[in-house]
T-cell receptor, first 115, second 110 residues
Framework: EAGVTQFPSHSVIEKGQTVTLRCDPI?????LYWYRRVMGKEIKFLLH????????ESGMPNNRFLAERTGGTYSTLKVQPAELEDSGVYFC?????????????FGQGTRLTVV | RKEVEQDPGPFNVPEGATVAFNCTYS??????FFWYRQDCRKEPKLLMS???SGNEDGRFTAQLNRASQYISLLIRDSKLSDSATYLC???????????FGAGTRLFVKA
């Protein structure tokens, strides 16, 4: 069974440009989460989808970030326009359990560098 | 105060040692607790869930104290392969929001 896959694995963009990150969760997992780890800091929750609905987006840093999950399958996270402080590793995770009691499986992350 | 706090580390221990990690959380509405392991430049992977009754998986033992809002992880007979960052993870409010600790780095040396 395929795990959570993220694309691209690395992205280097200039300040002011747009970047779109993609996450394909494990098939059948309704729950999809986005997280971010900036250098030297802990992993931070960004948002949680249940199917195509945003269940909790309290961790989204500002309106330059837009996450979508059309059709309840894969998800995209767009940063527009990117700023230097957006650099970090963006992880996606998925899980079956709606109550968060079971394991969330992580993708390998997208390392974003804004220069 | 951070919502989830862990020992800052790093912990440097010899092979065969026993090492304990501590974690405290501030939100009493927290419902689910986990220890994840993250190797350098890799994704976090679940090590074990933490239950109120305490649970053990081989050399690893996890404990939860809800009254003190405290979680622990004990590793016995450390192996070189245990070297990694250990993340304390708490789900709040029915699992809708996941909070990570900053992680504790463990180095096991021969």
């Amino acid at each position: 069974e395929a795990g959570v896959t993220q694309f691209p694995s690395h992205s280097v963009i200039e300040k002011g440009q747009t970047v779109t990150l993609r996450c394909d969760p494990i098939s059948g997992h309704d729950n999809l989460y986005w997280y971010r780890r900036v250098m030297g800091k802990e992993i931070k929750f960004l948002l949680h989808f249940v199917k195509e609905s945003k269940q909790d987006e309290s961790g989204m840093p500002n309106n330059r970030f837009l996450a979508e999950r059309t059709g309840g399958t894969y998800s995209t996270l767009k940063v527009q326009p990117a700023e230097l402080e957006d650099s970090g590793v963006y992880f996606c995770a998925s899980s079956q359990d709606h109550q968060g009691r079971t394991e969330a499986f992580f993708g390998q992350g997208t390392r974003l560098t804004v220069v | 105060r951070k919502e989830v706090e862990q020992d800052p580390g790093p912990f440097n221990v010899p092979e065969g040692a026993t090492v304990a990690f501590n974690c405290t959380y501030s939100n009493s509405a927290s419902q689910s607790f986990f220890w994840y392991r993250q190797d350098c430049r890799k994704e976090p992977k679940l090590l074990m869930s933490v239950y109120s009754s305490g649970n053990e998986d081989g050399r690893f033992t996890a404990q939860l104290n809800r009254a003190s809002q405290y979680i622990s992880l004990l590793i016995r007979d450390s192996k070189l392969s245990d070297s990694a960052t250990y993340l304390c993870v708490v789900n709040i409010g029915g699992g809708f929001k996941t909070i990570f600790g900053a992680g504790t780095r463990l180095f096991v040396k021969a």
